[in-house]
Antibody
Framework: QVQLVESGGGLVKPGGSLRLSCAASGFIFSDDYMSWIRQAPGKGLEWVSYINSRLGIIDYADSVKGRFTISMDSAHNSMYLQMNTLRAEDTAMYYC???????????WGQGTLVTVSA | DVVLTQSPLSLPVTLGQPASISCRSSQSLVYSDGNTYLNWFQQRPGQSPRRLIYKVSRRDSGVPDRFSGSGSGTDFTLKISRVEAEDVGVYYCAQGTLWPWTFGQGTKVEIK
């Protein structure tokens, strides 16, 4: 059974950094596309970044490019999102998601909340 | 970026009645491999999103058959044949054809 568990969220000051983790189980981690998707409080969904480790594919939304870095550690079945130079507008629930059946975000975690505030 | 426009944004429905949500794309969502990567997600209150439909019309495992997806090119529709109480929530279309992948604004389904 596929399981995704995010952690690492919290309260951080503007300009600060945070590293989110997504622990995965129940599938071959390195074969699949994985994504980070966020949702600001009371708002809609925004794709932040995706990665396919086996194919060496990574991309970012323009809103986070140059500040966020996505990575995977297959040995630990974990995906990460290093977030630097955080802004108030980065405040959101951050979800990790896995592609399946050849389409995006078939499985989701429960999310981890990031709050950027002075 | 591809803009997905959903309508309506709010959809009050009577239990047992059908419901339909439209999603229009600013560009064709047909990918070079011939597939159309248009998905539908359901987000119940207080829960993570859940994918219901992928590649326009394929239902995910465990999704009731009262949910169906259709469309092509730039126009897509999610239909619920008979709304049940557990269907309350926000529904999003999303495209995975062109990066950055994008979501529609969401349609809030509620019971009248």
């Amino acid at each position: 059974q596929v399981q995704l568990v995010e952690s690492g969220g919290g309260l951080v000051k503007p300009g600060g950094s945070l590293r989110l983790s997504c622990a995965a189980s129940g599938f071959i981690f390195s074969d699949d596309y994985m994504s980070w998707i966020r949702q600001a409080p009371g708002k809609g969904l925004e794709w932040v970044s995706y990665i396919n480790s086996r194919l060496g594919i990574i991309d970012y939304a323009d809103s986070v490019k140059g500040r966020f870095t996505i990575s995977m550690d297959s040995a630990h079945n974990s995906m990460y999102l290093q977030m630097n130079t955080l802004r108030a507008e980065d405040t959101a629930m951050y979800y990790c998601a896995r592609d399946n059946d050849g389409a995006a975000a078939g499985n989701w975690g429960q999310g981890t909340l990031v709050t950027v505030s002075a | 970026d591809v803009v997905l426009t959903q309508s309506p944004l709010s959809l009050p429905v009577t239990l047992g009645q059908p419901a339909s949500i439209s999603c229009r794309s600013s560009q064709s969502l047909v990918y070079s491999d011939g597939n159309t990567y248009l998905n539908w997600f359901q987000q119940r209150p207080g829960q993570s999103p859940r994918r219901l439909i992928y590649k326009v019309s394929r239902r995910d495992s465990g999704v009731p058959d009262r949910f169906s997806g259709s469309g092509s090119g730039t126009d897509f529709t999610l239909k619920i044949s008979r709304v049940e109480a557990e269907d309350v929530g926000v529904y999003y279309c999303a495209q995975g054809t062109l990066w950055p992948w994008t979501f529609g604004q969401g349609t809030k389904v509620e019971i009248k």
